[in-house]
């Protein structure tokens, strides 16, 4: 068995780890005494060679039968049993995982056979990849490594222990997409031919929006995820709305980075970088400006002899839910998406046309309540930045014309959220019952409040009727 003595960096940091969680070095301890052995395993290995920070623990334990693992946990703590049919057990309040190896058998219920007396060799054979096909001796801190996942990482290549047990499970094609765009890694020939063939029309859209999350959101470069899935002739099928807008041309004026496909993985690269306020707004912008130029497909269009687009942003609305559908099942991401995509052009109409503020106010109502202006300016920031001639990579200079924007929307008060409607359907319970009627005088009201500026409850609800009962 190939094993290697790691740097001792490595194993201080190992050490702090462990520090957070006291119970695992007192379990690891008592598993040692009992003639067992505790591998960490998987992404922790992975993340501690290349001096990632570590956040999940997954422990890997040799030499126990399930009920026995689960009498020495118990000395521990209180055990979670929700996963001890597949051989993995937790103790509550504890956030690591402690599996046992086994044998997976194929099929939609796979039959699953804990083997406490497995090769190490063979236990590691069913990971996914090379890189996290390594554990750590959590005793003598030795690294088990009998694939060359160590050597993988170095070269930055990715590659499968075992290809047939590779393509038993067809999430992993998404999980090489995330891995490529993660860790600007490449897979080798045998990994891409594996990933070209394999069936995934099985698998749930739950399964799938967890790689994409991971991908949009833990990738400098998100686009070499993207591109590899058309390198391996899978994109037409996973997004066929994006696939589309390859080799469709734009003016080489206002787009000297080309054609439409080049533009957008350089918007979507441009938008990793930025800094957002949580994973929910990096995650609707990541997507906007991924879905933004669907509508390019059915508009472009030469005009005086000039590529032109026009109305692609709207066309553009029911495409990305459609694309979307498939990789999320999110409906409030959905929506505040395809509201991005829907008025990504706003931000350059409002400042060329001077538009006063109840423009912006009625435009921070259009995103609610899912998308705000600030995410709008992202996406149109990233639109900018994805014009580079370099291929490959996007602009990283500013743009006037966003910072402007946003100025504007900050002078109107609605960058985060629109304006707060002033008379609210309880003012209007001595004349009017709930229903649509309320409806159309509260909208009435509405308009009026962003149009002029009015705040008072009384002039607005007197106006409101007003305007209504004269239709």
Not at 73 to 100: C, I, P, Q, T
Not at 236 to 253: N, R
Not at 405 to 427: C, I, S, T, Y
């Amino acid at each position: 068995m190939k094993s290697t003595k790691i740097a001792p960096g490595i194993i201080k940091t190992i050490q702090a780890v462990l520090r957070s969680y006291p119970e695992v070095t007192s379990i690891v301890q008592s598993i040692d005494a009992r003639g067992g052995r505790a591998f960490l395993v998987g992404g922790a290995v992975r993340d501690l060679l290349i001096e990632r920070t570590v956040k999940d623990l997954d422990i890997e334990v040799h030499g126990f039968l399930p009920n026995d693992f689960e009498n020495l946990l118990k000395e521990h703590g209180v055990v979670s049993l929700v996963g001890k049919a597949y051989g993995v057990f937790r103790l509550h309040g504890v956030n690591v995982d402690w599996s046992m190896p086994r044998i997976d058998e194929s099929g939609r219920k796979p039959d699953v056979k804990i083997d406490p007396n497995m090769e190490i060799e063979q236990a590691f054979k069913r990971r996914d990849l090379t890189i996290n096909a390594m554990g750590i001796d959590l005793v003598s801190f030795e690294l088990i490594d009998p694939f060359g996942g160590l050597e993988d990482l170095r070269n930055r290549v990715l590659r499968t222990p075992d290809a047939k047990l590779f393509v038993e499970d067809p999430l992993r094609l998404f999980r090489v997409m995330q891995f490529v765009g993660r860790f600007e890694m490449s897979p080798d020939n045998q990994l891409n031919d594996l990933c070209s063939r394999m069936d995934i029309s099985g698998i749930s859209v739950e399964r799938i929006e967890i790689e994409f999350e991971k991908l949009l959101l833990k990738s400098r470069n998100p686009s070499r995820g993207i591109k590899w899935l058309r390198h391996i002739g899978r994109l037409s099928e996973i997004l066929p709305e994006l696939a589309a807008i390859i080799d469709i041309p734009q003016d080489p004026v206002k787009h000297p980075e080309g054609e439409v496909f080049e533009h957008t993985m350089q918007a979507v690269d441009a938008a990793a970088r930025f800094e957002y306020k949580d994973e929910n707004e990096k995650l609707i912008v990541m997507f906007a400006v991924l879905c933004h130029d669907l509508g390019k497909v059915s508009t472009t269009e030469k005009v005086g002899g000039v590529w032109k687009s026009l109305g692609h942003s709207k066309e553009g609305f029911a495409l990305s839910k459609a694309m979307l559908r498939r990789i999320s099942k999110k409906i409030e991401l959905r929506d505040a998406v395809a509201k991005l995509v829907r008025y990504h052009m706003a931000p350059f109409q409002f400042v060329s046309s001077h538009a006063g503020q109840s423009a912006y106010k009625r435009l921070a109502k259009k995103l609610a309540p899912n998308a705000t202006i600030v995410m709008l300016a992202k996406v149109a920031f990233a639109d900018k930045q994805g014009r580079n001639p370099v291929k490959g990579k996007p602009l990283v200079k500013k743009f006037p014309v966003i910072d402007k924007f946003l100025m504007l929307a900050q002078k109107a008060k609605v960058q985060e959220r629109p304006e707060h409607p002033v008379l609210q359907g309880r003012d209007l319970l001595d004349v009017i019952k709930p229903g649509p009627a309320m409806g159309e005088v509260l909208k009435k009201a509405y308009e009026i409040q962003i149009q002029e500026g009015i705040k008072d409850k009384a002039e607005l609800r007197r106006r409101a009727l007003t305007d209504v009962q004269e239709k």
